[in-house]
């Protein structure tokens, strides 16, 4: 029986592989280019390579961003609140490892606070830092959520994915109208049916 690898999670400051220079990676667009059958020395696409290169630094910014950082700054004080934190529309904007293509959507992320709670804006951070790599829409719901449960030990997790891909709405099958929804559920998200539900009710609401 045959087994697919898991696919390794690359976190900040672990080695990684040798990145091309700025050059090399100005070379691999205007190769695209003429590939396509275009001309890269046309007046149009000749400065189309640095800015090719300049979006993939920002869209790929995640690589060099660590979550871990994101969540350790936390408080222990929460005045006797013991129910959900939930945060709402997310916007994602990643880009799929198969096609490299972009998926769009909203994240809802959801935790039950243990002994630590953090600034609800580095779980948005969070989201954003697995968002920004090459990805598959399950693998960044998992990513998501293991990167809460790891530092804040929280009672429960609960993270929604909704997101339309452009590999399927401009290629391929060419659906237009269609989104893929993703959840995973831990601690008492996991083992409370009737909070499970409150959850996926209040972030849809």
Avoid at 109 to 127: D, M, N, Q, T, W
Avoid at 140 to 156: C, F, K
Avoid at 187 to 192: E, L, P, R, V, Y
């Amino acid at each position: 029986m045959s087994t697919t690898p898991a696919k390794p999670v690359l976190v900040a400051n672990e080695e990684a592989p040798q990145r091309p220079s700025r050059e090399q990676a100005l070379d691999a667009v205007r190769t695209l280019i003429a590939w396509a059958g275009d001309d890269p020395a046309r007046p149009g696409l000749i400065d189309t390579p640095k800015r090719v290169v300049d979006a993939y630094g920002e869209w790929f910014d995640g690589y060099d961003a660590d979550a871990g950082k994101e969540l350790s700054r936390t408080f222990e004080d929460v005045t006797g609140y013991d129910d959900m934190v939930i945060l709402r529309d997310i916007e994602i904007e990643s880009h799929c490892e198969h096609h490299m293509a972009p998926f769009l959507g909203k994240a809802y992320v959801a935790y039950l606070p243990g002994e630590k709670v953090v600034g609800i804006s580095k779980l948005a951070r969070v989201v954003e830092i697995f968002a920004r790599r090459l990805q598959n829409q399950e693998t960044l719901t998992n990513d998501i959520i293991e990167a809460i449960e790891s530092h804040l030990q929280p009672r429960g997790v609960a993270v929604l994915v909704d997101a339309a891909h452009q590999c399927m709405t401009t290629r391929g099958v060419h659906h237009r109208h269609v989104t893929t929804i993703t959840t995973r559920f831990t601690g008492a998200f996991k083992t409370d049916q009737a909070l499970a539900e409150r959850f996926l009710k209040l972030a849809k609401g």
